[in-house]
């Protein structure tokens, strides 16, 4: 458990932050699709620490400034949106497995709804020095409206390959971010082809369905109810299928948040 | 010879008995809150533990119950995990021989559907070597068979003590479930059917609702409340079972700091466990072995003994 001390905390949308941490130097440099546990110091609020996903870190001698995109959900976030800079929060991690690189597959495709954003933004960037040359990327980003477009910043200047789907078609296509697969991944390679995605359980399902008969693997980041972060409450459980296929418990926190798509039991759900 | 000898000729004030089990100092982890003990190893030295008790064991794995599996709800949380574990077999092969490499007690909680499985757990740990007492979990309020429902109900308690005791030669800790009119009839049925000391308060059965959705917070609908919120409960239970028993009582339920570990031991605990405070800090465990050393220190108590069930009315 480190303390840290906030820099900024921006109001970004109706309900979305983006929020910097200053963190001692000892804190270990995160992998996309990490999380930390994050709480108030002085909390007068709820017991538990709340799972946020890294956005970005940066380190340098001196310090480690991690960032979070969040909305509020909850009291637990809504006590973190109030606070201000200087203020003390307590922070474990960085936790879990995050996205594996799988260096042959050279054709990586990028999705994220809402808050998914966050992780899928960090990895763009941990894999944009190997955008070009033989490597490709390509980034779709949906949400319900424009206004919660959020985060998109670092990836507009990467050289990557945007595209945004909009509920309510107020920006990019109307319609889910899963819709704009079939274009996106038609004529690809399986074989070179990886798709990494973080965003709402039913965005993430509907892409387990859509990729079933394509034959491209992708990763993707899921969200459940935490309070331990490290794999010993077992209250984060999701049902898997081990390489026996045998369905397992795994803990989100710990062998994830980031699993095989195919590997869920979207129907245990 | 230059050794210094200090350190082994001066037993530390904070050593207690339970039974026949010696402990370096009254604070274990409870079960369920640590895991098999490994998953808090980059945060808490175990060694200093008093001891760990691993999440409930049954005779073969179980998945627990679907999510959502908690809810944090006012000074506490609520959670219907099921008893999810990888079984007795698969502890003993896969768990216990990392935990064996520490000089702290390891404590199984054991759990049945049946009175026989209960026993069959039991067997199977004792033979395995490594574990040094056995908590048995008549109060898990989050299983459809088993658990609670032997719990609630003296007579129950008392059969599966004696079974237990009758299969093993471990020392044996009842724990007791607060969803109970009179917690010290079921106290004392467990030391009258030979247990070695029992342990409470399991958690508060719960719920909590969705006002949006009209939907239950948790897949189970009911769970168990754990925290701060049940501290009060568990220290009146404590303190009745301890004036009504002479077998050693841990207090369990809501313990944050050495201070409310206190509370337990004056009100006749003679050992504690903290559970939900390791999710909230990984490293309450030391931090209240910590702070109960400098209680000590700071009353010149120089024996657990002289401070368990001191409370002056």
């Known amino acids: ?269 | 010879m230059t050794t210094n000898h200090k350190v082994h000729d001066t037993p530390s004030k904070l050593t207690v008995e339970i039974g026949s089990l010696k402990l370096k100092n009254p604070v274990m982890t409870a079960s369920g809150t640590f895991g098999y003990g490994e998953e808090y190893a980059p945060y808490v030295d175990l060694d200093r533990l008093g001891a760990i008790i691993v999440k409930g064991l049954s005779l073969k794995p179980r998945r627990g119950n679907s999510s959502p599996r908690i809810m944090e709800t006012p000074a506490g949380m609520l959670n219907a995990i099921g008893l999810q574990n990888v079984g007795v077999k698969s502890f003993i092969r896969d768990k216990l021989p990392y935990l064996r490499q520490f000089a702290t007690a390891i404590i199984a909680n054991v759990y049945g559907e049946t009175i026989e499985e209960y026993l069959r757990v039991c067997e199977i740990l004792t033979a395995a070597g490594g574990v040094h007492a056995l908590e048995i979990n008549v109060s898990c309020p989050n299983v459809k068979k088993g658990g609670v429902a032997f719990g609630t109900d003296p007579d129950m308690i008392a059969e599966v003590t004696a079974g237990v005791k009758g299969v093993t030669d471990l020392p044996v800790i009842v724990k007791l479930s607060p969803n109970v009119t009179d917690i010290a009839a079921m106290a004392k049925a467990a030391e009258a059917a030979g247990a070695d000391a029992v342990s409470l308060i399991n958690t508060i059965t719960g719920m909590s609702v969705d006002v949006e959705k009209r939907i239950p917070h948790l897949k189970n609908i009911t769970g168990g409340l754990s925290g701060p919120a049940i501290k009060p409960i568990a220290l009146r239970m404590v303190w009745q079972a301890a004036s009504q028993v002479h077998i050693p009582v841990i207090g369990v339920g809501g313990i944050m700091s050495a201070a409310d570990a206190l509370e337990f031991f004056i009100v006749g605990a003679r050992a504690i466990q903290v559970g939900t405070a390791n999710f909230v800090e990984p490293r309450a465990t030391i931090n209240i072995i910590e702070g109960i050393e400098a209680y000590m220190k700071r009353h010149n108590i120089d024996e657990m003994d002289s401070l368990v069930g001191t409370l002056r009315i």
């Not at chain 1, 130097?25 to 609020?45: C, E, H, L, S, Y």
């Not at chain 1, 008969?213 to 081990?242: D, F, H, W, Y």
């Not at chain 1, 989100?252 to 195919?262: A, L, T």
Request: net charge positive.
């Open chain 1, 1 to 269: 458990m480190c303390t840290g001390r906030i820099t900024f905390n921006n109001q970004l949308g109706p309900h979305h932050l983006h929020m910097a941490v200053r963190l001692p130097v000892k804190f270990p440099d995160p992998i996309p699709g990490q999380f930390v546990m994050i709480r108030p110091t002085r909390n007068a609020g709820p017991l538990l620490s709340r799972p946020l996903s890294i956005y970005n870190y940066e380190r340098d001698q001196n310090q480690v400034i991690l960032e979070f995109l969040y909305r509020v959900v909850g009291r637990g976030t809504e006590l973190l949106s109030q606070l201000t800079p200087a203020a003390e929060v307590n922070i474990l991690g960085p936790l879990g497995r995050g996205f594996r690189i799988e260096k042959t597959r050279s054709h990586r495709i990028l999705l994220a709804g809402g808050m998914g954003v966050a992780p899928i933004s960090f990895l763009a960037h941990y894999l944009k020095g190997q955008v070009g040359g033989k490597h490709e990327l390509k980034i779709c980003l949906g949400a319900k409206s424009c206004a919660e477009i959020i985060g998109i910043e670092r990836i507009k200047v990467m050289q990557g390959f945007l595209n945004i789907a909009t509920d309510d078609g107020s920006m990019g296509s109307c319609g889910p971010v899963t819709d704009l697969l079939p274009n996106i991944t038609q004529g690809c390679d399986p074989r070179k082809t990886i798709i990494y995605a973080c965003g709402p359980m039913a965005m993430l399902k509907t892409l387990a369905e859509q990729l079933a008969p394509t034959g491209i693997p992708c990763q993707a980041s899921i969200e459940e109810r935490m309070a331990c972060g490290v794999g010993a409450c077992l209250g984060c459980a999701v049902a898997v299928k081990n390489r026996r296929k045998e369905i397992e418990q795994k803990s989100v926190c710990k062998d994830g948040p980031v699993f095989n798509i195919e590997d869920i039991c979207w129907d245990q759900l």
